[in-house]
Each structure stands twice: as structure tokens, then as C-alpha cells.
């Protein structure tokens, strides 16, 4: 058993016990959420399979707030300087 707590934003908390329900047969509560700002300060304890499941969901909201830009290549960079249009 591990224990891990994390700062959730306060409107993907339904989505986060669904998750729990579905996919971590394990996780528990050790706390009710606790709010900080607008955010909310969770606490679980489980199994590590159940962690590293868990882990998957956070990427996915990281990946949503933090969107990846692109790289431009050298080639288009140079052309986008010269081309103004």
C-alpha cells in the first residue's frame, strides 16, 4: 500500500471518483478532498499497479493544460521571417 496525495482542480473531481469506481479497486480516500483556492487537495492510499493507473489520468489532464507547440524546422522559420503575409 502507498499513500499519495495531489492537488486536483475542483471541477475534475467527479471525473476522478468515477475513475476511483472504475478503475482502482484498491484506491481509498484517506480524507475527504480539502480545498485549497480552486483547487482540491486529495489524499489516497493503494496498491502500486493502482498508482501508476492513476499517474495515466494525471498525464492526461497535464497533457490538456499543457498543451505541446509544435516546432517550427529551420526552413520554415527562415521562410516565415522573410514572408510577412
Not at 15 to 21: D, T, V
Not at 25 to 51: K, S, W, Y
Amino acid at each position: 500500500m502507498i499513500r499519495q496525495t495531489s492537488y486536483i482542480k475542483k471541477d475534475r473531481l467527479v471525473e476522478l471518483q468515477s475513475f476511483i469506481r472504475d478503475y482502482l479497486p484498491t484506491a481509498r480516500f484517506v480524507h475527504n478532498p480539502i480545498e485549497t483556492g480552486d483547487n482540491l487537495c486529495i489524499c489516497l492510499d493503494m496498491e502500486v499497479q493502482d498508482a501508476n493507473k492513476l499517474n495515466e489520468l494525471f498525464n492526461k489532464w497535464y497533457d490538456i493544460d499543457n498543451p505541446k507547440i509544435p516546432n517550427k524546422s529551420f526552413c520554415k522559420r527562415l521562410v516565415s521571417i522573410f514572408y510577412c503575409a
